[in-house]
C-alpha cells in the first residue's frame, strides 16, 4: 500500500483512523462497523478491483460504498472509509498468502507421501 497517492495530511489522517478502526474490526461486535466491512469485502471481490493501484482502487471502493457507509455509520469521515478500504485489501491479500501457503504444503505433503511410497 506504498503507491497512495493522497497528499500528506490524507495520509496522516488515513493512518490515524487506521489505528482507531484496527481496534473496532478485531474487536467485532459492532454491527455498524461489520455492515459496512460487508459492504467493502463485496466491493473488493469484483473481478476488476485487485488490479487496480492502491489509490484508484481505494476511490472507486469508497465511491461505491460511500451512501451506504455514511448513513451506517453516521460521524464516518472519508479519511476512516479509507482506512477501512485498506485494512480489507490488506486482510484480503493475508488470507490469499495464507491459501498459498495451505496448497504449498498440501503439495509438499502429497510428494513427500508419493516419494515414501516409491521407496516402500
Same mark, same amino acid.
Given at each position: 500500500?506504498?503507491?497512495?497517492?493522497?497528499?500528506?495530511?490524507?495520509k496522516?489522517?488515513?493512518?490515524r483512523?487506521w489505528?482507531?478502526?484496527?481496534?473496532?474490526?478485531?474487536g467485532?461486535?459492532?454491527?455498524?462497523?461489520? +455492515? /459496512?466491512?460487508?459492504? $467493502?469485502?463485496?466491493?473488493? %471481490?469484483?473481478?476488476s =478491483?485487485?488490479?487496480?493501484? &492502491?489509490?484508484p482502487?481505494?476511490? +472507486? /471502493?469508497?465511491?461505491? $460504498?460511500?451512501?451506504?457507509? %455514511?448513513?451506517?455509520? =453516521?460521524d464516518?469521515?472519508? &479519511?476512516?472509509?479509507?482506512?477501512?478500504?485498506?485494512?480489507?485489501?490488506?486482510?484480503?491479500m493475508?488470507r490469499?498468502?495464507?491459501?498459498?501457503?495451505?496448497?504449498?504444503n498440501l503439495?509438499?505433503?502429497?510428494?513427500?507421501?508419493?516419494?515414501?511410497?516409491?521407496?516402500?
Amino acid at each position: 500500500m506504498n503507491d497512495l497517492t493522497y497528499s500528506a495530511l490524507e495520509k496522516a489522517l488515513i493512518a490515524r483512523e487506521w489505528r482507531l478502526y484496527r481496534t473496532l474490526a478485531l474487536g467485532a461486535g459492532n454491527e455498524a462497523i461489520n +455492515r /459496512v466491512r460487508s459492504r $467493502i469485502r463485496t466491493e473488493l %471481490k469484483k473481478p476488476s =478491483s485487485l488490479s487496480l493501484d &492502491s489509490t484508484p482502487l481505494t476511490d +472507486r /471502493v469508497i465511491a461505491a $460504498i460511500w451512501s451506504f457507509a %455514511k448513513t451506517t455509520i =453516521s460521524d464516518l469521515m472519508p &479519511s476512516r472509509a479509507r482506512a477501512m478500504i485498506i485494512y480489507e485489501v490488506m486482510g484480503l491479500m493475508t488470507r490469499q498468502e495464507m491459501y498459498k501457503k495451505r496448497i504449498r504444503n498440501l503439495r509438499t505433503r502429497s510428494h513427500e507421501k508419493l516419494a515414501i511410497n516409491k521407496v516402500a
